[in-house]
Each structure stands twice: as structure tokens, then as C-alpha cells.
Nanobody, 124 residues
Framework: QVQLVESGGGLVQAGGSLRLSCAAS????????MGWFRQAPGKEREFVAA????????YYADSVKGRFTISRDNAKNTVYLQMNSLKPEDTAVYYC?????????????????WGQGTQVTVSS
């Protein structure tokens, strides 16, 4: 069982930066691949980024590639999402999720545990 708690969301102007954190409980955190998804009002939840259990592989949606960076610190049971050059279209609730190495990272159905989400609002 893994419990996930996101933090770091807020209101930022376009072009600004935010860093999201996701703290995980449980001693098996390092065994899980981790992902970030987002959901805007009236839209489906979409993949943002993912990182393998070791941190050696990362994956990004085309819409955030070059602007967002996912990382993890297994000693702290935490995964991060550094978001730079934010745009109004990045506005959404951001969720972190844990996957027991399904081998795929892009679909919400690949993940076993979810956090409650944190709101990110980017003003123009």
C-alpha cells in the first residue's frame, strides 16, 4: 500500500515556475515507477511525465517536453515535477501516481495509487 500527498501548487503568472512535490508513504517507494498527470475542467486526465523506479528513465508528454522535469529522491520517498515557462494551458489539477512497474507509463490505468491532487493556475 502506498499513500501519496502532493504539494507545491498555486497561482503563477505565465512564464513563471513552480515545483510540485509528491511524498509517498511505505518502505517500497523505490520499487514503483512514478508519474504525474493533470486534469483541467471538462477534460480527461492526461499524462504529463513519468520516471522509472531507479530514476534512470524519464518520459514526457510532447506538450511539456523541454519545460518540465521529473525527478525522484528515493531516500526521501519523494518525486518532484519542476515546471518552467508555464503557460495558461498548463492550468489544471496535478496528480502524482505510483505504478508497480506495469511496463507502460502513459495511461492512468497503468497506475495503482493516486494522490489527491494539487491545483496549478497559470494567469496570462
Amino acid at each position: 500500500q502506498v499513500q501519496l500527498v502532493e504539494s507545491g501548487g498555486g497561482l503563477v503568472q505565465a512564464g513563471g515556475s513552480l515545483r510540485l512535490s509528491c511524498a509517498a508513504s511505505g518502505r517500497t517507494f523505490s520499487s514503483y515507477a512514478m508519474g504525474w498527470f493533470r486534469q483541467a475542467p471538462g477534460k480527461e486526465r492526461e499524462f504529463v511525465a513519468a520516471i522509472s523506479w531507479s530514476g534512470g528513465s524519464t518520459y514526457y508528454a510532447d506538450s511539456v517536453k523541454g519545460r518540465f522535469t521529473i525527478s525522484r529522491d528515493n531516500a526521501k520517498n519523494t518525486v518532484y515535477l519542476q515546471m518552467n515557462s508555464l503557460k495558461p494551458e498548463d492550468t489544471a489539477v496535478y496528480y502524482c501516481a505510483a505504478s508497480w512497474d506495469s511496463g507502460s507509463y502513459y495511461s492512468p490505468t497503468d497506475y495503482d495509487y493516486w494522490g489527491q491532487g494539487t491545483q496549478v493556475t497559470v494567469s496570462s
